[in-house]
């Protein structure tokens, strides 16, 4: 009865990856055990029974430093982004002082252990495995060849051989590890632009400060094991930091659009503005309004709502450049703004971004179980701090007011703003009261 183990194999979801997405997880996934064959054949490792103590005592301070940071929670994995934790100290401390095989079992032990539930899938985890074994092994091999020995040899060297060994160890595990892992996100994710791939500043921050504790881990054991749990609370602490960064960023973004919030776009929006006063350059504000949206949640629902509203999102981010602050201020009214963009400029690329979201009929299915189309149009209003000045809620009353006009005038239009008189100020109808507030303190 082979055919069940066969149909079982068949039925993972690695196979509903893109083929050479599939082709590269399985290839890597596989390496490691490649590896450690060639190891055993060649013979290049001793061991001892020291070694078992070694990795039993590291693992356990990877356990203990990952787990007293859970009950706060573990970060996020986002489709597309390089995940972010601080495995690697302790991963890359076992490749420093114990043969490559323990590397590989480390990996393979402790990576699924210790971001449980995160990871996905099991070809998910499986590949992260691999890629930290695959990348600990980097690191172990280097730091083998510039110690002129087993990794023993390495601790023991001195002044700028212990440094070089260490660092030229420290980016090869880094080195292998990225290469690794933005592949795959590109395979997998094939529309995930690259520099999104390779992880952002914070990321390379904490691949660095992971490696760097690794590397005062690894020194503190070669002094006495007993120094290595001195790394324990700031791994526990800095774990803890990093959800930090996505409490910030999950307060920044707004959840059904994956735009900037309304506070977080005017805090964007002033700083444009302030940079373009003291450059002496003109900026631009779009604001936007989807037009007759209360029919539409009436219509199909607010499930279906929310579709439109993300598809719109999409749309206007890929009709304007990426230096370009888009933010949805609230139920169905966006905001743009323009750095260095005149007022004919500004209402271009207004006119452009109407038509494509007016190009759009949604195939959608309403709460009822109805089929049908969604049509979407929405009506803009440009203003520029040529004419209504570099006070962030005039620059705001302007373009509301030609929102305004846009919408008394039939809709799915653009009307332009012009200079704030004292009835726009009173008159705002269309962007948040908070808001403007907030514009007129920062202002």
Known sequence: MLWRPVAAVRAWALWRLPRAAAAYVATVTVLPALALLAVVWTGGDRYRLADLWTVLVLSGCAVVSIEGARRVGMPTLVDGRPYKDLVSVWLFAIALVLPAPYVVAASAVLLPLLVRGVLGPPWRRAFNAAGFALAGLAAHWVAVEVAGGPPPAALGAGGLRLVGALVLAGLGYELVNVVLVTLAIRLVEPDTPLRVALGDASTLITDVTA??????????????????????PPVVLLQRALIHDELREAAQTDGKTGLATAAHWLVLAQRCVERGHRAGTSCGVLLLDIDHFKEVN??????????????????????????????RLGGEEFAVLLPDTGVVEAAAVAERVRVLIAGHALQVVGAGGQQGQAQVSVSVGVASTADAGYVISDLLASADAALYRAKAGGRDRVEVGGPVDATERLWLSHVPAGLLAAGRRVG
């Open 211 to 232: 490696l760097t504790l690794g590397m005062l881990a690894t020194v503190a054991w070669a002094v006495t094991p007993a120094l290595a749990l001195a790394a324990v």
């Open 298 to 327: 009436d219509t199909w629902g607010h499930l279906v709502g929310d579709e439109v509203l993300a598809e719109v999102a999409r749309t206007l981010r890929g009709g304007v450049r990426p230096v370009d602050v888009v933010g």
